[in-house]
């Protein structure tokens, strides 16, 4: 008797046990060439140590106060956000 032999079929999977790998690496490479834009903020000089307390005249302070409710105050007098 002859014995019958089934053909082997190719299989359809993708193996997925390198594609972590592969997405890690993609991702690592991307951080490492990649760019970043320098946001420039308002220069500001901070004091040392060594710097003594100054007095400021009332005159030269303003003061602006923003309330929850959206409400803006400078000085004594309320401004539109506009």
């Given at each position: 008797?002859?014995?019958?032999q089934?053909k082997?079929?190719p299989?359809?999977?993708?193996?997925?046990?390198?594609?972590?790998?592969i997405?890690f690496?993609?991702?690592?490479f991307?951080?490492?060439t990649?760019?970043?834009a320098?946001?420039?903020?308002?220069p500001?000089?901070l004091?040392?140590k060594?710097?003594?307390?100054?007095?400021v005249?009332?005159?030269?302070?303003?003061?602006?106060?923003?309330?929850p409710?959206g409400?803006?105050?400078?000085?004594?007098?309320?401004?539109p956000?506009?």
């Open positions: 008797m002859k014995r019958l089934s082997s079929r299989t359809t999977e993708i193996s997925a046990a390198s594609m972590s790998d997405a690496l993609l991702l690592i991307f951080l490492v990649t760019i970043f320098l946001e420039m903020g308002i500001l000089v004091p040392g060594e710097s003594s307390n100054v007095k005249s009332r005159k030269n302070i303003l003061e602006v106060k923003a309330y409710n409400a803006v105050m400078v000085g004594d007098k309320q401004v956000l506009s």
